[in-house]
């Protein structure tokens, strides 16, 4: 675990003590939640002594700003699938228009695929049983462009079953 000793500056007066713990999952996020309540709802024993890691694709390097700046010179279907491709997180629902009539729809983002587990809970980190072992390919991401129906609706709900495709 990486500890990192700073301190924020105080406008008009001196430094109030920072500590920032990380592991190779993502910084300890316990401090702020708690650690029995997280510890209970993931099945572990809640007297348990646990740090709680926030691994999160956000929190790796990315390309999210030539993304942007890409989406914002894409002149069709093709440069803005491609400036897409730079979009790590967060996944989003993204929706594409053009002036020659043509609509689409891609879900971008580093979407991980796991050993086991869904992602919702807490789970051990010291073993590697619930590491991820990559992403699903943007090309195996769900889009639709001009389809059959004529219009593309989204709203935060799941665009695919429960199948990953990888």
Not at 56 to 65: E, I, K, M, S
Not at 122 to 142: A, H, N, R, S
Not at 144 to 150: A, I, K, L, M, R
Request: proline content about 8%; cysteine-free; aromatic content about 12%.
């Amino acid at each position: 675990m990486n500890v990192l000793q700073d301190g924020l500056k105080i406008k008009g007066g001196g430094t109030e003590p920072l500590t920032i713990r990380t592991t190779r999952h993502g910084p300890i996020i316990t401090d702020a939640y708690g650690q029995q309540d997280l510890a209970a709802q993931a099945g572990m024993d809640p007297a348990g002594q646990y740090a709680v890691a926030l691994r999160w694709t956000a929190l790796d390097q990315n390309y999210l700003f030539r993304a942007v700046f890409k989406l914002d010179k894409a002149q069709n279907w093709n440069d803005f699938r491609d400036a897409l491709r730079d979009f790590a997180a967060p996944s989003q629902n993204v929706v594409y228009a053009d002036v020659d009539g043509n609509i689409g729809y891609q879900t971008p983002g580093n979407i991980p695929i796991r050993k086991q587990g869904d992602g919702l809970l807490p789970v051990p980190g010291w073993t590697d049983d619930y590491e991820w072992t990559g992403f699903i390919p943007f090309d195996k991401l769900p889009f639709s462009f001009n389809p059959p129906q004529g219009f593309i609706a989204t709203a935060n709900n799941a665009v695919t079953g429960r199948t990953i495709p990888t």
